[in-house]
C-alpha cells in the first residue's frame, strides 16, 4: 500500500508570497500531524487533525500558518507572507488513531530567499 | 517540554553496542522511538507505555522506566544500516489532549 505523500518535496519561494504544501495520508488514517523540523533538529509539532477536526493547533508559530483537512483526508498547510525563519523541512504524518504509530512522509523541504 | 536525548552524537564500528538515552521532566503516558536518515522520512521503531516495559525487535530493544521518566534504547552489534539520527517522542496527557513531544535526536554512525 502507499504510504503518505507530501507534494511538493522541494519548494522555493521568496519572502512575501504565500506557499501551500500538501499531504496525503495513508487511506484510512484517521489522525494527521504537521510538523517542521529545523536542520539537525527534531520534528517539532504543528498541528494535529482527528479526522477533518483540527483538534490542536497550538504549535503553528504564528496567525501566518494556516491548516486544514476539508474532508478528513487530503491536508494541506498554507504559510501566508513567507519568512527566511520559515525556511525548513515540513513533515506530515498519519496514524490509524491518535499518536501511535506516526508514519511520516519524505517531507517538503522549504526555502524562502 | 523537549525530551532531552544523550549522547547528541556516537560514532560505532560494526558489531560494537550503543545506548541511547531519552529523559524527561514531565510525568509520561509513553514513550516512542523513530529513526531518521538523511533527506527521508523518520521510520517508526517501536512504543513502550507506561507501567515499565521493555521491548525489542532484531537485535534494537528499549526500556522505560515511568519512575525515573526515562527510556533507553539499546543497539546490539550494530550493523552499518543502524547509522542515521534517532528521536524518542514522548508522549503526555493533560486536560486539553495528549501531546507529543520529539526530542532533538542522537546521530548514529556505525562504521565497517
Known amino acids: 500500500g502507499a504510504g503518505v505523500s507530501q507534494s511538493p518535496r522541494y519548494k522555493v519561494a521568496k519572502r512575501g508570497q504565500d506557499v501551500a504544501l500538501r499531504c496525503d495520508p495513508i487511506s484510512g488514517h484517521v489522525s494527521l500531524f504537521w510538523y517542521q523540523q529545523a536542520l539537525g533538529q527534531g520534528p517539532e509539532f504543528l498541528t494535529y487533525?482527528?479526522?477533518?477536526?483540527?483538534?490542536?493547533k497550538s504549535g503553528l508559530p504564528s496567525d501566518r500558518f494556516f491548516a486544514e483537512r476539508p474532508e478528513g483526508s487530503v491536508s494541506t498547510l498554507k504559510i501566508q507572507r513567507t519568512q527566511q525563519e520559515d525556511s525548513a523541512v515540513y513533515l506530515c504524518a498519519s496514524s490509524l488513531a491518535g499518536y501511535w504509530p506516526q508514519h511520516f512522509g519524505d517531507g517538503t523541504r522549504l526555502s524562502i530567499l | 517540554q523537549q525530551p532531552v536525548q544523550s549522547p547528541q552524537a556516537v560514532i560505532l564500528r560494526e558489531g560494537e553496542d550503543a545506548v541511547i538515552n531519552c529523559s524527561s521532566s514531565?510525568?509520561?503516558?509513553?514513550v516512542h522511538w523513530y529513526r531518521q536518515k538523511h533527506g527521508e522520512a523518520p521510520v517508526f521503531l517501536m512504543i513502550?507505555?507506561?507501567?515499565?516495559e521493555q521491548k525489542g525487535h532484531d537485535k534494537i530493544s528499549a526500556s522505560f522506566n515511568e519512575k525515573k521518566q526515562q527510556s533507553s534504547l539499546y543497539l546490539t552489534a550494530s550493523q552499518l544500516s543502524y547509522s542515521g539520527t534517532y528521536f524518542c517522542g514522548t508522549e503526555i496527557t493533560s486536560n486539553a489532549g495528549n501531546m507529543l513531544t520529539f526530542g532533538g535526536g542522537t546521530r548514529l554512525m556505525v562504521k565497517p
Open positions: 487533525f482527528q479526522n477533518e477536526a483540527q483538534l490542536d
Open positions: 513502550l507505555l507506561k507501567g515499565g
Open positions: 514531565k510525568a509520561l503516558y509513553s
